[in-house]
Every structure is written in C-alpha cells, then in structure tokens.
C-alpha cells in the first residue's frame, strides 16, 4: 500500500487482482473513509485494518466487475453507503446513492465533483477533489480505456473534460498499465523528448516494484497519445502523416483505432 496526502484527505493505493489499483481516501477531518472501485473486499479489508478505521462509502466510476466486484461484502461487512452514476444505476451493485454532473455526492470534509466520462462505458464517471481524480478506466497512464460502449465522440468529449483540469490533478487510475501504454505512444510520437524521459523513468521505476500512478494531468497531456489531439501541432503532423482530415475527433478516431489493433 501506497500513501499520497492531499489538502483534505489521504489517499491509499492497494494493488488488486493483476494489474488493478484500489485507492481509499481518508479524510483528514472527518471519519470518512471512501474506496474506489473495490475490486477485491478482502485486500481493502486488509487496508481498513492497518488503518484501524471503518470503511464508510463505496465510490463507483462504472460497473464493470474488476470496478464492482467487493461491493456486495464490503455492504455487508461495513454498512457502508455506495454511491454511483444514476445513469448507470441498474448495473452498479448495492447502490444507495446516485450521482451525477448536477448532484454531487456529500461526504463530510470532502469536495467532490462528478464528472461523466461515458466512452469505455456509458454511464462511466469520475471523481475530483481536491488535486486529485479518480478516473477508473476513463484515462491512464499513457492511455485511455477501449470503448467497449460509448462512441469516439464520446470518449473525446470526456477526454476534452479530463484535459481541463489543472496541470497539477493527480491521476489516480485504476490499472496499471503504463508501459505497454507508453511503446505504443513512442510508436506514434517518435520525436517526443518528453515522452523518452517518460518512459525511462517509469521503466525505472517498475523494475524498482514501484507504481507509475498517480500521474498528473501536465505528463498526461504531454505524453498520453489520446490528450495529444489537444495540441495543434500533433494534430497536423499526425493527420499529414496518415492522410486523415485535420481534426482532433478525427486524430482520436485514428489513434484508438490504431491502438485497438496494435
């Protein structure tokens, strides 16, 4: 288990299953402790014991059982409330309370926005506090999610909003998938300098155990090949170079569905 502090609350990362992170947030004010997308309600168990606190919410980004799976013995074990996207109510396991743009959940000493993310899934959100996002499978280091549902209008336009945020918003996603993420960014954006010390160093620190995440929106936008289309000189130089109309949907378009087949 990993520990970042933010101005209002702790932030815990446990690894689960093969490549997942769980993260619980603690807040440094109240008795709130939140989990995201419980993959596995044992190793949050786990954590709530090192911690010595009570789990009290369930943050769902979307429904997918590798998201969802803990909630059901996690309800049972700590009572606690389990909140989700109302427009994804029906397949978010246990939920009590749903949320939207407009109804922001209220979880004493925290501030959180929600933000729809739809495109790996419809109905995907995001959590933001403080610095921090929990983006579940919206975005990731280097990459974004495959769209298994949404359209790539969609996933731009959710991508668009996550690209807003401030340089300094911690991205907390939740897999750990960086490195094949970051060949396939050095594949498609060979003369990014950025990008090359991106990939030492977090080669560097995987070898080490170590996770990439969080990353931040700054590195993302500079280095993830699905923010790119934000620049305007990516987008000509990538949209010359595969004869695709200059277009930032259009760029996107191209790159997921490159990725896809890569």
Same mark, same amino acid.
């Given at each position: 288990?990993?520990?970042?502090?933010?101005?209002?609350? &702790?932030?815990?990362?446990?690894? $689960?299953?093969?490549? &997942?992170?769980?993260?619980?947030?603690?807040?440094?004010?109240?008795?709130?402790? $939140?989990? !995201?997308?419980?993959?596995?309600? *044992?190793?949050?168990?786990?954590a709530c014991a090192r911690l010595g606190k009570s789990l009290t919410h369930i943050l769902n980004t979307h429904h997918h059982w590798d998201h969802t799976d803990g909630n059901k013995a996690l309800k049972q074990r700590w009572n606690c409330t389990?909140? @989700? $996207? $109302?427009?994804? =109510?029906? /397949?978010?396991?246990?939920?009590?309370?749903? !949320?939207?743009?407009?109804? +922001?959940?209220?979880?004493?000493?925290?501030?959180?926005?929600?933000?729809?993310?739809?495109?790996?899934?419809?109905?995907?959100?995001?959590?933001?506090?403080? &610095?921090?996002? +929990?983006? @579940?499978? =919206?975005? +990731? %280091?280097? @990459?974004? @999610?495959?769209? +298994?549902? %949404?359209?790539?209008?969609?996933?731009?336009?959710?991508?668009?909003?996550?690209?807003?945020?401030?340089?300094?918003?911690? !991205?907390?996603?939740?897999?750990?998938?960086?490195?094949?993420?970051? /060949?396939?960014?050095?594949?498609?954006?060979?003369?990014?300098?950025?990008?090359?010390?991106?990939?030492?160093?977090?080669?560097?620190? /995987?070898?080490?155990?170590?996770?990439?995440?969080?990353? *931040?929106?700054?590195?993302?936008?500079?280095?993830?090949?699905?923010l790119r289309p934000l620049n305007d000189t990516f987008i000509h130089t990538y949209a010359t170079a595969k004869h695709i109309e200059e277009n930032a949907l259009d760029v996107?378009?191209?790159?997921?569905? *490159?990725?896809?087949?890569?």
């Open positions: 288990m990993w520990s970042y502090q933010h101005q209002h609350f &702790n932030v815990h990362q446990i690894p $689960a299953l093969n490549d &997942n992170y769980i993260y619980l947030i603690e807040a440094k004010n109240s008795d709130i402790l $939140a989990v !995201v997308d419980p993959a596995d309600a *044992s190793v949050v168990n786990q389990v909140i @989700g $996207a $109302a427009d994804d =109510a029906k /397949r978010i396991p246990c939920i009590d309370i749903q !949320v939207s743009e407009n109804v +922001f959940p209220k979880l004493d000493g925290l501030n959180i926005q929600i933000l729809d993310v739809s495109g790996h899934t419809l109905g995907h959100i995001a959590y933001v506090m403080d &610095n921090a996002l +929990f983006c @579940g499978d =919206a975005l +990731f %280091g280097a @990459g974004c @999610g495959r769209l +298994f549902e %949404g359209s790539p209008e969609q996933m731009w336009q959710s991508l668009q909003k996550l690209g807003a945020l401030p340089d300094n918003t911690q !991205v907390y996603c939740a897999h750990e998938y960086t490195l094949p993420n970051l /060949r396939f960014a050095r594949d498609i954006d060979s003369n990014n300098k950025e990008l090359e010390s991106r990939i030492h160093r977090d080669t560097q620190t /995987r070898m080490k155990k170590q996770p990439t995440i969080p990353s *931040s929106i700054a590195l993302e936008k500079a280095t993830n090949p699905f996107f378009t191209h790159l997921r569905t *490159s990725k896809d087949r890569w």
